[in-house]
């Protein structure tokens, strides 16, 4: 069964470090996602991107905050410079259509020290 | 201030029994609802939608009733199963609106042996 994956599984950084966190979509699927989850908090979106552009984002995602479909199989957030409430599980989705079931990586921790 | 994270509703059931997972959701506008189970340290994963033209939907042991007038959603897991234990989030959607879910704080069901 087809799956997103995301890698690192943990990623620890210091503060005012750049991160990249990366994602393989779901091969067939158009549209794409991040999410994060603060320890022990909702899971709260970020940004949505299709067509090679940002779609949607949330005002969460600021300045601070990028993604960029490099290829033709992976999806990048990056984070310019981390702080240290940026530490979360973030959470890569993607769905064939818009408004259709969104499927979830496994995260990726980020810990920003 | 300190941020706190939310103290999850907690659902001790005995295996074998019925699960009853309530949610209440937030925009009465919003027209598309799927229940996610998140396992410890993974990634939320899909267990059923409902659409809001329908009040009730089945899947394998699990069934999802949908009651638009008080804004309310019930994920009910037949018969659980000791890898039932997990928390369960509703998110909510509009179609023709914003790309995000809108998740729910999660309730977390402990399956007792």
């Known amino acids: 069964e087809p799956e997103v994956t995301q890698t690192p599984s943990h990623q620890v950084t210091q503060m005012g470090q750049e991160v990249i966190l990366r994602c393989v979509p779901i091969?067939?699927?158009?549209?794409f996602y991040w999410y994060r989850q603060i320890l022990g908090q909702k899971v709260e979106f970020l940004v949505s991107?299709?067509?090679?552009?940002?779609?949607?984002k949330s005002e969460i995602f600021d300045d601070q905050f990028s993604v960029e479909r490099p290829d033709g199989s992976n999806f990048t957030l990056k984070i310019r410079s981390t702080k240290l409430e940026d530490s979360a599980m973030y959470f890569c989705?993607?769905?064939?259509?818009?408004?259709?079931?969104?499927?979830f990586g496994p995260g990726t921790r980020l810990t920003v020290l | 201030g300190e941020s706190v994270g939310l103290h999850l509703p907690t659902l001790s059931v005995q295996e074998g029994d019925n699960s009853i997972i309530n949610c209440a959701y937030s925009?009465?506008?919003?027209?598309?609802f799927i229940w996610y189970k998140q396992e410890s340290g993974k990634g939320p994963q899909f267990i059923i939608d409902?659409?809001?033209?329908?009040d009730k939907r089945q899947g394998q042991r699990v069934t999802v009733l949908l009651n638009k007038t008080v804004k309310h959603l019930s994920l009910q897991i037949a018969a659980t199963q000791p890898g039932d234990s997990a928390v369960y989030f509703c998110?909510?959607?509009?179609?023709?609106?914003?790309?995000?879910?809108?998740f729910g704080k999660g309730t977390h069901l402990i399956i007792q042996p």
């Open positions: 991107f299709y067509n090679n552009e940002i779609s949607e």
């Open positions: 409902i659409r809001s033209n329908m």
């Open positions: 091969s067939n699927h158009l549209y």
């Open positions: 998110a909510e959607t509009l179609v023709g609106g914003a790309d995000g879910l809108t």
């Open positions: 989705a993607s769905s064939d259509l818009r408004h259709t079931t969104q499927y």
């Open positions: 925009n009465s506008a919003s027209d598309y």
